[in-house]
Nanobody, 115 residues
């Protein structure tokens, strides 16, 4: 079993920045893939950014050039640096990992971007 806890969400003005953190309850060295998803009200959950095989990253077109995903194996942490935030980035952001054939999710962190 793995527990994931997100933090770092909040209210920010458009153009601002936030960094989301995801803390894992065990070593993340073998987690693959790792990613951040988001779900806005009335919309389906979507992949925002992912790390595959520990190094390859991909991003949703809507966040390319503005968001950066990273992981710190030594601290059992994953991060999402979000810059140039837009009101349409408002959503609950979820940390997700794959491990041992199972999928694990955090409870989410609310990000609200005001115009």
């Amino acid at each position: 079993q793995v527990q994931l806890v997100e933090s770092g969400g909040g209210l920010v003005q458009a153009g601002g920045s936030l960094t989301l953190s995801c803390a894992a309850s065990r070593t993340i060295y073998s987690f693959n893939p790792m990613g951040w998803y988001r779900q806005a009200p009335g919309k389906q959950r979507e992949l925002v950014a992912g790390i595959f095989d520990g190094v390859r990253t991909n991003y949703a077109d809507s966040v390319k050039g503005r968001f950066t995903i990273s992981r710190d194996n030594a601290k059992n942490m994953m991060y999402l640096q979000m810059d140039s935030l837009k009101p349409e980035d408002t959503a609950v952001y979820y940390c997700n990992i794959g491990w041992g054939g199972a999928d694990y999710w955090g409870r989410g962190s609310q990000v609200t971007v005001s115009s």
